[in-house]
């Protein structure tokens, strides 16, 4: 798979036990700020409740479709893909002001365009 990091960074995937590595963010641990007419919109994931005082900014910045190209969901969902995929399907991040799914694999197929976000090796 394809990974757009620079050196020193990559796409984030899942662990040895298979966790997701968003695994620990939650509704509880994160705050959705704005409104679907918000471009600020997006959900802010407190880190401090899990590994101390920092924190880490998901805008909802939509998804482009692979069936459609149309950019969709702006400032309503967020997504973020992960590096590890099973077939024609990937694990992937999800958020919106009322759930985090941070396993999801339905709709992630691999033609979809979502964000990458970089982690540190």
């Not at 959900?43 to 482009?64: H, K, L, M, Q």
Request: glycine residues 10%.
């Amino acid at each position: 798979m394809f990974d757009p990091c620079p050196a020193g960074w990559r796409v984030p995937k899942n662990g040895p036990d298979n966790l997701s590595p968003w695994s620990a963010f939650t509704v509880e641990n994160s705050t959705w700020n704005g409104e679907a007419t918000n471009p600020s919109g997006g959900r802010f994931y407190d880190r401090s409740v899990v590994y101390g005082p920092t924190g880490a900014w998901y805008p909802a910045n939509g998804v482009r479709y692979a069936n459609t190209s149309y950019l969709n969901e702006c400032e309503i969902n967020g997504y973020a893909w992960s590096a590890t995929y099973v077939g024609e399907l990937t694990y992937r991040f999800f958020c919106r002001a009322s759930t985090v799914e941070p396993a999801r694999t339905a709709y992630g197929w691999r033609a979809h365009s979502f964000s990458v976000r970089c982690v540190r090796e």
